[in-house]
């Protein structure tokens, strides 16, 4: 992408606002933990610094495991109205401008299902209709609170392709989870566990963030070099592995934080708006 600029004082501008000469062209940002504490909105200072560089013409991409319905609202927070997102760890696509996705990797749960299900029975499984809410096999702690919510058997939950499993364990720890997962094989599939409690994810083999951030920098034309990641999760791995400049939050895990150049601070201290504000500025 060209972006014309015109000079005032010897600054380089671009849209009234200062750009920093080879800052990054494609953004690729998480959001729970990143842009927002989890229940709590976008702050005023992350907003502003997400929008001082969309203004400049960098390419800002959510990136996130939320569902297409629960990054909406995210999307509004930040004021972004055109672009792309990349919602379920990668596997839904969206345009911003439409509110509809591009393109969805789906995969079949079934044999996910049956298999978790040997390992956990009481596990609690859902799985994303996209852009229509959830079917689930019980009632779990999530964010699930838009669009349809149905109970439903494992049968009915596996009847169709879908871009994310989810399985919460009730009664679980998440290091015992995580030695049982250790037996797992699921032709086709590959999961990644959340960092606070029995969570974990399933989607289609190969399915990442990293992964759909690498086909969009492909479609866009940007070099590698010039993208920056921003993340906090264990589903942030492949998306810091892929960045040209990796930043993990001060909050992440510390094997999160070992894979980044580079740490921000704290999500409750704007950590993204100070590392946006290094390129970026009104």
């Known amino acids: 992408m060209t972006i014309d600029r015109m000079?005032?004082?010897?600054?380089?501008?671009?849209?009234?606002?200062v750009v920093v000469v080879g800052g990054p062209q494609l953004i690729a940002l998480d959001v729970d933990g990143t842009l927002l504490q989890t229940g709590s909105p976008v702050t005023e200072r992350v907003a502003d610094a997400v929008r001082a560089a969309v203004a400049a013409g960098a390419h800002l991409v959510v990136t996130t495991g939320r569902t297409l319905l629960t990054t909406r609202p995210v999307l509004e927070q930040i004021g972004l109205v055109e672009g792309h997102a990349l919602c379920s760890n990668g596997a839904v696509h969206i345009d911003v401008a439409r509110g509809e996705p591009v393109t969805v990797q789906a995969f079949d749960?079934?044999?996910?299902?049956?298999?978790?299900?040997?390992?956990?029975?009481?596990?609690?499984?859902?799985?994303?209709?996209?852009?229509?809410?959830?079917?689930?096999?019980?009632?779990?702690?999530?964010?699930?609170?838009?669009?349809?919510?149905l109970l439903v058997d494992d049968g009915e939950l596996s009847r169709e392709p879908t871009p994310r499993l989810n399985g919460w364990w009730p009664d679980g720890t998440l290091a015992e989870m995580l030695r049982l997962l250790s037996s797992l094989r699921v032709p086709g599939a590959?999961?990644?566990?959340?960092?606070?409690?029995?969570?974990?994810?399933?989607?289609?083999?190969?399915?990442?963030?990293?992964?759909?951030?690498?086909?969009?920098?492909?479609?866009?034309?940007?070099?590698?070099?010039?993208?920056?990641?921003?993340?906090?999760?264990?589903?942030?791995?492949?998306?810091?592995?892929?960045?040209?400049?990796?930043?993990?939050?001060?909050?992440?895990?510390?094997?999160?934080?070992?894979?980044?150049?580079?740490?921000?601070?704290?999500?409750?201290?704007?950590?993204?708006?100070?590392?946006?504000?290094?390129?970026?500025?009104?």
């Open 7 to 17: 000079t005032l004082g010897g600054a380089p501008m671009h849209n009234g606002l």
């Open 109 to 149: 749960p079934a044999p996910a299902v049956t298999a978790l299900r040997a390992l956990f029975p009481d596990m609690i499984f859902a799985v994303e209709e996209v852009g229509i809410g959830t079917w689930a096999t019980g009632m779990s702690p999530g964010e699930f609170s838009i669009g349809e919510y």
């Open 190 to 282: 590959s999961w990644v566990h959340g960092e606070f409690g029995p969570w974990l994810t399933v989607s289609r083999r190969g399915v990442s963030k990293g992964w759909a951030l690498e086909r969009l920098r492909t479609t866009l034309g940007i070099p590698r070099e010039a993208t920056l990641a921003i993340g906090d999760g264990y589903n942030d791995r492949e998306m810091l592995r892929w960045a040209g400049h990796s930043v993990a939050m001060a909050n992440a895990p510390d094997e999160i934080r070992a894979l980044a150049d580079d740490i921000a601070d704290d999500v409750m201290d704007d950590g993204v708006a100070k590392v946006l504000e290094r390129w970026f500025r009104a």
